[in-house]
């Protein structure tokens, strides 16, 4: 099972990029893939989760209202629509895959960094 998180980049605030992370493996092994982030300095925090098989999006209060969630199941893909971007958004972005519905997450892909500046 690997997944890889692909879309960062540098953006002004207010704007938007849409992250997107590819999985492998088989799609009956998840049950969540969530998005955290990490800003230099800090420690990793939680962004969004979605459940596989429902689509049953969860989010952080800090990203709920400007991030979406959502997932591809023709293309084993779950992207995070950023929109509103703010300086404080900025952070290497992860995502991560769970077998079950609570507790530790089992798979992680590598990061990819989001920079918002103007």
């Known amino acids: 099972v690997q997944l890889q998180a692909y879309g960062g980049g540098l953006v002004q605030p207010g704007g938007s990029l849409r992250l997107s992370c590819v999985t492998s493996?088989?799609?009956?092994?998840?049950?969540?893939v969530g998005w955290f982030r990490q800003a230099p300095g800090k420690e990793r925090q939680f962004v969004a989760r979605?459940?596989?098989?429902?689509?049953?999006?969860s989010y952080a209060y800090s990203v709920k209202g400007r991030f979406t969630i959502s997932r591809d199941n023709t293309k084993n893909t779950v992207y995070l629509q950023m929109n509103s971007l703010k300086p404080e958004d900025t952070a290497v972005y992860y995502c991560a895959a769970r077998k079950l519905a609570s507790g530790e997450y089992d798979y992680w892909g590598q990061g990819t960094l989001v920079t918002v500046s103007s």
């Open positions: 493996g088989s799609i009956l092994s998840y049950n969540t």
């Open positions: 979605i459940v596989w098989s429902t689509g049953t999006p």
